[in-house]
């Protein structure tokens, strides 16, 4: 397996290329901007997500999606979670045999509120993929492209396809495990993005460091809670795909979910930050069907629910802070043996 498709020339899917052409592989990013495409080809960098990066030769840009997939033995898909199933469709077209699919998606669709692995298995024909898998874990494209040491988990209910990925990105900056759990990986990396965006709001309230260590627990509680009712395993949300990437996207400035809730903590109303953002926020509209999830799993987040009315009720963040701290006590041990139990069977 020498060629691979990346389809999203963002941040992320970029710092992935550059990770698979230092493994030898023969890249071709696929941007749906011509003049993107371009610069990575004549100047070998990507100027508006990687600022000050070279790219390695062998990632080629491409505007072109037919010639992305031709000869690629496995796609990799890293484009914004509401575009993903429109993407499929486009790269359905140009499929011509059995391909490995692996998403580095962190987000739920708008709407039908589903995984990025079930809208792959629905669009893509069974006769076009060999498996799905996802990657995830405490990632930041920025470190990653400087080849800072990262450790992230693959995984798929196909246990070869998981190893299969694991080899092709696996290096000594970019070490990674498999997993079986693709439910619980997939919601623990959709979710943290919510509990970011309430730690930037924090950090913009001037709150400091108690309240955002408090946030973060039981901001975990509450994506365990989901998850678990969902169908994953509890073990899943203390690893790197749970309470290892909700401590990297709620603590570094590299985080776009941490500073979009840092301006509306500071008085940004959102219109205004997402325009000056500049690129997609996933934890926004992760909110919107986290919390429409919770209502129908009848499941308690009152993080999320408070974190959804500041983003779309325009509740004041401070006020809705007060009303977090001003619930019903209750008892810790408690509350983190219901979000670790054991799922419930599903039909």
Not at 104 to 116: A, D, H, S, W, Y
Request: glycine share 10%; proline share 4%; aromatic share 6%.
């Amino acid at each position: 397996m020498r060629n691979i498709a990346v389809i999203g020339a963002g941040s992320w899917g970029t710092a992935l290329s550059m990770v698979l052409a230092d493994n030898g592989y023969s890249v071709r990013l696929w941007s749906h901007r011509r003049e993107q495409a371009d610069e990575i080809n004549e100047r070998h960098i990507n100027g508006k997500y990687l600022p000050g990066i070279m790219l390695p030769k062998n990632v080629a840009g491409t505007h072109d999606l037919e010639a992305a997939l031709d000869g690629a033995n496995a796609v990799l898909l890293v484009v914004p979670a509401k575009a993903m199933r429109e993407v499929l469709g486009r790269v359905r077209e140009h499929l011509a045999g059995p391909m490995l699919f692996i998403h580095g998606v962190k987000g739920i669709e708008p709407g039908t509120f589903k995984r990025m692995s079930e809208v792959i298995e629905e669009e893509i024909p069974k006769k076009f993929r060999k498996a799905v898998v996802v990657l995830s874990g405490p990632s930041h494209a920025e470190e990653v492209s400087l080849r800072h040491p990262t450790t992230v988990a693959v995984a798929s209910v196909n246990t070869a396809a998981a190893k299969k990925a694991q080899d092709l990105f696996f290096n000594h900056y970019f070490r990674v495990y498999t997993n079986e759990d693709i439910v619980g990986v997939e919601i623990g990396g959709a979710l943290k993005n919510i509990i970011a965006l309430g730690a930037g709001i924090s950090d913009g309230l001037g709150y400091g460091d108690n309240a955002k260590a408090a946030l973060i627990t039981r901001g975990l509680a509450e994506i365990s809670r989901l998850g678990t009712k969902l169908g994953a395993r509890p073990l899943t949300f203390i690893g790197l795909t749970g309470m290892g990437d909700l401590i990297v996207t709620c603590t570094s400035v590299h985080s776009r979910n941490w500073r979009a809730g840092n301006l509306l903590g500071k008085g940004r109303k959102l219109s205004e930050v997402l325009s000056e953002m500049g690129m997609v926020v996933e934890g926004v509209r992760t909110a919107e069907a986290a919390y429409a999830l919770s209502k129908r799993e009848k499941v308690e987040m009152p993080i999320t629910e408070a974190i959804y009315q500041v983003l779309f009720e325009n509740k004041n963040p401070k006020e809705a802070v007060d009303e977090l701290m001003g619930r019903d006590k209750k008892d810790e041990i408690a509350a983190l043996s219901e979000s670790l139990s054991d799922p419930a069977p599903h039909d």
